[in-house]
């Protein structure tokens, strides 16, 4: 079967209303298959509620989101429960580090694989050696792999993140989106999250909130500027940072 | 050896607890105890540590609070008395019914003629109207303090309905004049149904521990301590939430259920008082003393209170007791999170570890 679409996620007029408050308005957007995409924009401007949408924490007051899968007919994630999102193959990280505090950071990735959710695979399945050093070289490759048998709510800020990227690679979704992923880490962390993320883009789209620009620069493919629930324009990065209105609206403000 | 302790500690405790139990009918026969008044109540621990399990697990692993599990313990009470009553009258109709005015035994009394459909029915019968009840709060989500409301609610709800039932159920008076399935365990010509009766239910404790320490050390455990810790997470990680708390409520429900129905063979009678708020709560704070998530320190919190209160509570401490076992619910909550077991896990190591070091300074 032929690849059906270049976009994998496509996001068609979407509006949210918060109580007559509109957080986000006609929201239209594609999103590359293995590309990074950037949402920028100041707070408020919706981005995260867009990722809520997605995977369906907030349902949309009109619009629809259309996931096309490789190989595979495309899915309509509007309306889907949340965990059916997550069996077709979409991963979310979400802004406040959220692990499993009380279980190991072991624990942690074994939850996090892909297959097995359901009540009679949990108590009768363990995971397969395959998977088991999938979970290694994983931890390995995010530096965790000697805190394996830690309590995850012990780990540092920044290992936190790491670890809950982890458990959304180990998943080995088609689209992963990450909410401020860098967060709490240092330059040369973040630096490090980049290159990571860009060897993994061969195998999965990524949708990323961020507002670190050495980061967004690092990586991005494609940047949409998100403004008040609209969106003001969308492009590659240089052509982001050239632009006259979000210098106004979002870049300026961090200029001195 | 100190490692080997941190990892079988609950078992090894279990096992003792157990061995204890298995020696007091022995004792018995020696003659060294005498009146079978102990090992009654003792039976009737060995119920209430059942069900002390089954709400450890959805208390202690998944985080919700249910203050209605004494509907479920009485719901599986009232099915075993059902059938043991049929089994005094001969299959008739009974008294209360009689004065309620019905002529013939009642279609729900008729499934508990014989043993087998009784057994099934005392799973049964908790088992589906806590997922009925499950379904409904878990699929809109109600969680927290609002399902605690509702299943105390439900539970006064159900409480009423038993009254107010008076021709079926014999209302506030409930099921007397009982015998256990084994046959009258009074008096020391029955010891030998007593004995019996009390290594059957010892061994159903045995069941219910291992089949829960089993659940516990799989995935399945951990996803249940996940839920409590960050249910959005656990959705996000492509887990149907709802259908593992429902699951787990269900199963909780029948461990109730058999706790009611060893209850009831111990105690030979059983009343809607079993099946009140306090009665509920009660539950509540044995796990919360003993220790949460842990199944051991439930087991533990329901003997010890138990113990205590059947000690205490005579006389003219009757009155205080109340107010003893509420201080130490509010105590054990306010200081000792982790109850007893939670405060040995802690305080133990530390104790070993001063004791080495002394032992190499020495």
């Known amino acids: ?256 | 050896m100190f490692k080997y302790f941190e990892k079988y500690g609950c078992n090894l405790t279990f096992s003792t607890i157990v061995l204890v139990l298995a020696v007091m009918p022995v004792l018995f026969m020696l003659g060294i105890l005498s009146g079978t008044s102990t090992l009654l109540f003792l039976g009737k621990c060995i119920a209430f540590a059942i069900v002390a399990i089954g709400l450890d697990l959805i208390w202690g692993y998944t985080g919700i609070l249910s203050l209605g599990h004494g509907l479920y313990f009485a719901l599986g009470g009232y099915a075993m008395a059902m059938y043991l009553k049929l089994q005094a009258t001969g299959g008739n109709i009974t008294d209360f019914m009689h004065i309620g005015g019905l002529t013939e035994l009642p279609t729900i009394w008729r499934p508990f003629h014989t043993l087998p459909i009784t057994f099934i029915m005392i799973v049964l019968v908790p088992s589906i109207l806590a997922w009925i009840i499950g379904y409904f709060i878990f699929k809109t989500r109600v969680k927290g303090v609002y399902f605690s409301i509702i299943s105390q609610a439900l539970t006064w709800a159900a409480c009423s309905i038993f009254i107010a039932l008076s021709p079926y159920t014999n209302g506030n008076v409930g099921i007397t004049e009982i015998k256990s399935i084994f046959g009258s365990i009074k008096g020391g010509a029955n010891q030998g149904n007593l004995f019996f009766l009390f290594y059957m239910s010892l061994a159903t404790l045995v069941g219910v521990y291992a089949f829960s320490r089993f659940l516990v050390s799989r995935k399945f455990g951990k996803l249940l301590v996940a839920i409590r810790d960050g249910e959005n997470r656990t959705y996000f990680s492509g887990y149907p939430v709802s259908r593992y708390k429902n699951f787990i409520y269900v199963l909780s429900a029948a461990f109730a259920g058999i706790a009611g129905a060893i209850f009831v063979n111990f105690n030979g009678c059983i009343t809607p008082s079993q099946m009140t708020i306090s009665y509920s709560i009660t539950m509540v704070i044995w796990v919360a003393v003993g220790g949460r998530g842990t199944i051991i320190g439930a087991v533990i919190g329901a003997f010890l209170i138990n113990i205590c209160e059947y000690n205490l509570s005579s006389g003219s401490t009757v009155e205080i007791w109340q107010y003893i076992i509420g201080a130490i619910f509010c105590l054990s909550i306010l200081f000792f999170k982790g109850g007893l077991v939670g405060l040995a896990q802690e305080k133990v190591p530390l104790f070993m570890h001063k004791l080495a070091a002394k032992a190499s300074k020495a």
């Open chain 1, 1 to 256: 079967m032929e690849l059906l679409s270049e976009y994998i996620l496509e996001i068609n007029h979407i509006s949210v209303c918060f109580d007559g408050f509109y957080a986000l308005t006609d929201v239209t957007t594609k999103i590359k298959r293995n590309s990074i995409h950037f949402f920028i924009g100041p707070n408020g401007a919706g981005k995260t509620t867009l990722l809520d949408i997605i995977c369906a924490k907030t349902k949309p007051t009109s619009g629809t989101v259309v996931f096309n899968p490789m190989y595979k007919e495309p899915i309509t994630l509007t309306g889907m429960p949340e965990y059916e999102i997550v069996w077709n193959g979409i991963g979310r990280k979400f802004q406040v580090p959220s692990v499993f505090v009380n279980l190991t950071v072991e624990d942690n990735m074994v939850l996090s694989l892909s297959g097995g959710k359901r009540i009679v695979d949990s108590i009768l399945r363990t995971p397969s050696d395959e998977q088991n050093e999938h979970i290694n070289s994983l931890l390995k490759q995010v530096g965790l792999f000697e805190k394996k048998n830690f309590r995850a709510g012990a780990l540092a800020h920044g290992e936190k993140q790491w670890l809950e990227i982890a458990m959304q690679l180990v998943q080995e979704p088609e689209l992963i989106m990450l909410d401020e992923p860098a967060a709490g880490m240092g330059k040369p962390e973040t630096f490090k999250s980049g290159e990571i993320l860009k060897k993994i883009k061969k195998d999965c789209t990524i949708i990323v909130i961020e507002h670190d620009m050495d980061f967004v620069k690092q990586i991005a493919d494609t940047v949409t500027v998100l403004h008040e629930g609209k969106i003001l324009m969308e492009g590659s990065v240089e052509s982001a940072l050239a632009d006259k209105t979000v210098q106004a609206v979002y870049l300026g403000r961090g200029k001195e």
